[in-house]
């Protein structure tokens, strides 16, 4: 069945650092979403990519999808505690589009030292 | 706030006994998704249910199922509760548009579920 795996699974940065996680497909996508769990918390929604070499941004994140629709990164400037969490990157579990449910990676635990 | 809402928020139970969870979806959406959630990893996709029908379903046995309601709140039932089954059992509701699948998931808080 599809996979989607992230790396890093664990992140120690300091504050102010910049901040990457990868996330790979074993199947083309048609389409990536994003969410980020703070701790003790539960997923929270960030964003949806959908066209090849697509980057979006919010603020400090930056959101790419690869060209061939396989992977996608988030990348965070100068991070702040507020960033503190895990990021996990989720695609459609089939050829649905995300129609019949999401495949969720294992996440990037994100750890901020002040 | 997301306006999904879970119940009970933590449950113990023993091996064997059998568990029913449950979800409000939020207001207008029409599919519910249930989710498996142990410590440390991602969330393990149990089963989606689109307008009450069933339309995806992870690798979970067949003593996990569920229910959708007409007014969209779901319930998740485990059977022959096993040790393993302790996790973080988190619903998310969505408005599915099949004409581009687009699917964003709003999460509940979860129940928290351990096994003894």
């Known amino acids: 069945g599809q996979q989607v795996m992230q790396i890093p699974q664990y992140q120690h940065v300091q504050e102010g650092e910049d901040f990457t996680t990868y996330c790979n497909s074993s199947?083309?996508?048609?389409?990536i979403q994003w969410y980020k769990q703070r701790p003790g918390g539960h997923p929270v929604f960030l964003i949806q990519?959908?066209?090849?070499?697509e980057v979006k941004k919010q603020k400090r994140l930056t959101f790419q999808f690869g060209e061939a629709k396989k992977n996608s990164s988030l990348h965070i400037t100068a991070t702040q505690t507020t960033d503190v969490g895990t990021y996990f990157c989720?695609?459609?579990?089939?050829?649905?589009?995300?129609?019949?449910?999401?495949?969720f990676g294992k996440g990037t635990h994100l750890i901020i030292q002040p | 706030e997301t306006g999904v809402t879970q119940s009970p928020t933590h449950l113990i139970k023993t091996r064997g006994q059998q568990v029913t969870l449950r979800c409000s979806s939020q207001s207008g959406h029409n599919t519910v998704s249930w989710y498996q959630q142990a410590l440390g990893q991602g969330p393990q996709f149990i089963f989606q249910y689109y307008r009450e029908e069933e339309n995806g379903r992870g690798n979970f046995p067949p003593r996990f199922s569920g229910l959708q309601f007409p007014n969209y709140s779901s319930e998740l039932n485990v059977n022959a509760l096993e040790l393993d089954d302790s996790a973080l059992y988190l619903c998310a509701s969505s408005f599915l548009r099949l004409r581009d699948a687009k699917n964003i998931q709003y999460f509940g808080a979860g129940t928290r579920l351990s096994v003894l």
């Open positions: 990519l959908v066209k090849s070499g």
């Open positions: 199947t083309t996508l048609s389409n």
């Open positions: 989720a695609g459609p579990r089939g050829s649905g589009g995300g129609a019949d449910g999401l495949t």
